[in-house]
């Protein structure tokens, strides 16, 4: 029984391909094309009887239209493949959805994660990969692990149409703190009026690490002033609250 089933699958892929491999030949041989490489070779003195000359269209045009079948099904393939492969979309700033949020009276800033594969990308975390303080460097005595949303140092799957979110910066009493996914010996708070460039570097399984920079500023105490943007967004972001 599994024999039959193997020839009859066998035999279906068969007529597929001569199907594919038929389109083509017609339009080579439509096209003249090799009608075209005899008359060439007529032009410089080889003498070609008729029936090797039609023997000769058959099996180049034959063989041409399995190139271009075998090329065919493999450029569907490489396009499956690119649809189906995990692929991550990093954006953030007040223009992004759900980006800056309030939150029981806290504010929440956001890299937004958008898997634009059909395979689902797991576990996924966020590290503060540099960190400049009005143009400066400032030192990070180790890697500093961001909170994934919701609440969690890893978030364990990101499938498509489902967007994720990286906490890069919170609000703690009023006051801007880095949304560290741990308690950390360095300091965290940042302190109102400085502009902070943030690097942030987002990994997961299957894809590469890739690292994003945030631009944050905290003009005033609550109520609050406040600007937020990912560097390479088309629009940055700025919000003042009165």
């Not at 460097?137 to 978030?155: F, K």
Request: charged letters at 20%; aromatic letters at 10%.
């Amino acid at each position: 029984m599994e024999n039959n089933k193997a020839i009859g699958e066998f035999w279906s892929d068969v007529l597929m391909f001569l199907r594919e491999a038929k389109d083509h030949w017609r339009q080579i041989v439509g096209g003249s094309v090799l009608f075209l490489i005899l008359g060439v070779a007529a032009s410089v003195g080889l003498n070609v009887p008729p029936a090797i000359s039609i023997i000769a269209v058959f099996c180049l045009a034959f063989s041409w239209a399995c190139f271009l079948s075998w090329r065919d099904q493999r450029e569907t393939a490489f396009n499956l493949f690119e649809r189906i492969k995990p692929k991550i979309q990093i954006s953030g700033g007040e223009s992004v959805g759900k980006s800056c949020i309030v939150s029981n009276g806290n504010f929440f800033f956001r890299a937004r994660l958008e898997s634009l594969g059909l395979e689902h990308i797991r576990n996924i975390e966020a590290h503060l990969a540099a960190i400049r303080k009005n143009g400066g460097a400032v030192e990070l005595d180790e890697v500093v692990q961001l909170m994934m949303h919701p609440n969690c140092p890893t978030l364990p799957s990101l499938r498509q149409g489902v967007p994720g979110f990286a906490d890069v910066v919170r609000t703690e009493f009023a006051k801007p703190v880095l949304a560290t996914a741990r308690p950390y010996a360095m300091e965290t708070a940042l302190s109102a009026g400085d502009k902070y460039e943030l690097d942030v570097a987002i990994s997961g399984e299957g894809i590469p690490t890739e690292t994003r920079t945030f631009i944050f500023i905290w003009k005033t105490a609550y109520p609050c002033g406040y600007e937020f943007e990912m560097l390479n967004n088309a629009t940055s972001s700025s919000r003042l609250q009165t």
